[in-house]
């Protein structure tokens, strides 16, 4: 089990450094997909993971805080207890994601699609909220 753990990591490791690289340059290294993978519980603060595919991916228990993850496709994502406080979601497609629990304090949340995400339970203010909603205040 241990030696699987630690296949994955360097396996993480190896597609955020391509991923790294194509941010600075597109004709190098290569956008991350990481669609329907199990990365729960995984800690990984500070990612750069901004337009990555990670739709369906499985992140429930895992620490991406203070993350840029702008423009990421997280549909379907599951993000059930993760730790998102800091993270950067900005335009970020959250369509059907699962955030129940999630603490998403101090997240930047502008024009994120948060279509039938479930929020239930998540720690988020109530003005973040309404932003990340485009709902107007009285």
């Known amino acids: 089990m241990a030696k699987e753990k630690s296949a994955k990591a360097r396996d993480l490791l190896r597609v955020l450094a391509d991923h790294h690289a194509w941010i600075q340059d597109s004709n190098q290294g290569s956008r991350a997909n990481l669609n329907n993978l199990n990365l729960s519980?995984?800690?990984?603060?500070?990612?750069?993971?901004?337009?990555?595919?990670?739709?369906?991916?499985?992140?429930?228990?895992?620490?991406?805080?203070?993350?840029?993850?702008?423009?990421a496709n997280l549909v379907r994502a599951s993000l059930h207890g993760a730790n998102l406080k800091d993270a950067d979601l900005s335009g970020a497609d959250l369509s059907d994601a699962d955030l129940r629990g999630a603490i998403l304090t101090g997240a930047t949340l502008d024009g994120v699609d948060l279509w039938r995400a479930n929020l239930m339970g998540c720690v988020i203010s109530p003005s973040a909220l309404h932003k990340a909603l485009s709902c107007k205040s009285k």
Do not use: E, W
């Open 41 to 71: 519980d995984m800690v990984m603060p500070g990612s750069k993971l901004q337009n990555a595919d990670m739709a369906g991916a499985d992140f429930s228990g895992a620490d991406l805080s203070g993350s840029d993850l702008t423009n």
